[in-house]
T-cell receptor
Framework: ETGVTQSPTHLIKTRGQQVTLRCSSQ?????VSWYQQALGQGPQFIFQ???????GRGNFPPRFSGLQFPNYSSELNVNALELDDSALYLC??????????FGDGTRLSIL | GDSVTQMEGPVTLSEEAFLTINCTYT??????LFWYVQYPGEGLQLLLK?????DKGSNKGFEATYRKETTSFHLEKGSVQVSDSAVYFC????????????FGTGTSLTVIP
């Protein structure tokens, strides 16, 4: 059984740039959630995708957007990057009403 | 809205000591409760869960009991090991949250030999 994989593992960008992060969900899971984890904090929910549709969104601005593909993999896009966007971005996949399984995350640094 | 409050760390214990990490929650419905663990440089791993009142979740010597009367889900282990050093997160989800997970701020545990 393949777990949740995220790419890239590390990324450095500058303010104003755009970034795309990728996530392959665990086999059999049709739900993907994205979280932002700032240093020393718990993960904060960005949004969730279920069967290619957005299925809930946290308190993040519209410049955070996403996609889910027919194979249930997902992308997180962030436009107009700000310094405060520096964080670990975690992807989690699950089946409905089941625990979420997390990838190891993408560490995004904004200079 | 729904939320989770964890005891603040960091927590430092000697090997074989007893561990308690407190977690309380606020929820309008009947949430499921979880403990996740995060080792340095890694994502979160599910440690244990409980889906209804009085359920006890357990794994790798860790236990937590879902207490509806005190809205708590405290994590305990009778004898910690150096390998238990990590950050522990309490979390909840429910139909009221759209199955979104709400996490506490995490408690860092260091176990010294």
């Amino acid at each position: 059984e393949t777990g949740v994989t995220q790419s890239p593992t590390h990324l450095i960008k500058t303010r104003g740039q755009q970034v795309t992060l990728r996530c392959s969900s665990q086999s059999g899971h049709n739900t993907v959630s994205w979280y932002q984890q700032a240093l020393g904090q718990g993960p904060q929910f960005i949004f969730q995708y279920y069967r290619e549709e957005e299925n809930g969104r946290g308190n993040f601005p519209p410049r955070f957007s996403g996609l889910q593909f027919p194979n249930y993999s997902s992308e997180l896009n962030v436009n107009a990057l700000e310094l405060d966007d520096s964080a670990l971005y975690l992807c989690a996949s699950s089946s409905p009403n089941q625990p979420q399984h997390f990838g190891d995350g993408t560490r995004l640094s904004i200079l | 809205g729904d939320s989770v409050t964890q005891m603040e760390g960091p927590v430092t214990l000697s090997e074989e000591a007893f561990l308690t990490i407190n977690c309380t929650y606020t929820a309008t419905g009947y949430p499921s409760l979880f403990w996740y663990v995060q080792y340095p440089g890694e994502g979160l791993q599910l440690l244990l869960k409980a889906t209804k009142a009085d359920d006890k979740g357990s794994n790798k010597g860790f236990e937590a009991t879902y207490r509806k009367e005190t809205t708590s889900f405290h994590l305990e282990k009778g004898s910690v090991q150096v390998s238990d050093s990590a950050v522990y997160f309490c979390a909840l989800t429910s139909a009221n949250t759209g199955n979104q997970f709400y996490f506490g701020t995490g408690t860092s545990l260091t176990v010294i030999p």
